[in-house]
Nanobody, 124 residues
């Protein structure tokens, strides 16, 4: 069992940066993959980024490639999403999720554990 808590969201101007954190409690976090998803008002939840259990493999949706970076610190049981060059279309609730099979999937159904989300608003 893993519990996830996101933090780091907020209001930022167009072109700004934020770092989201996903703190995990429970056992074996280092063997889990972590994904970040987001959901804008009136839209479906969409994949943003994922990192496999080793941290060596990362995956991004095209819309954030070159602007967002996912990484993890297993010693701190925490995963991060560094977001730069933010755009108004990045505005959404951001969720981290954990996959006990460690895959780094882009498919939300592959993730068993989810945090409550943190809101990111990018003003133009």
């Amino acid at each position: 069992q893993v519990q996830l808590v996101e933090s780091g969201g907020g209001l930022v101007q167009d072109g700004g940066s934020l770092r989201l954190s996903c703190a995990a409690s429970g056992s074996s976090f280092s063997s889990y993959a972590v994904g970040w998803f987001r959901q804008a008002p009136g839209k479906e939840r969409e994949f943003v980024a994922a990192i496999n259990w080793t941290g060596r493999n990362t995956y991004y949706t095209d819309a954030v490639k070159g602007r967002f970076t996912i990484f993890r610190d297993n010693a701190k049981n925490t995963a991060y999403l560094q977001m730069s060059s933010l755009k108004p279309e990045d505005t959404a609730d951001y969720y981290c999720a954990a996959d006990r099979l460690g895959r780094g999937s882009t498919w939300f159904n592959d993730y068993e554990y989810w945090g409550q989300g943190t809101q990111v608003t990018v003003s133009s």
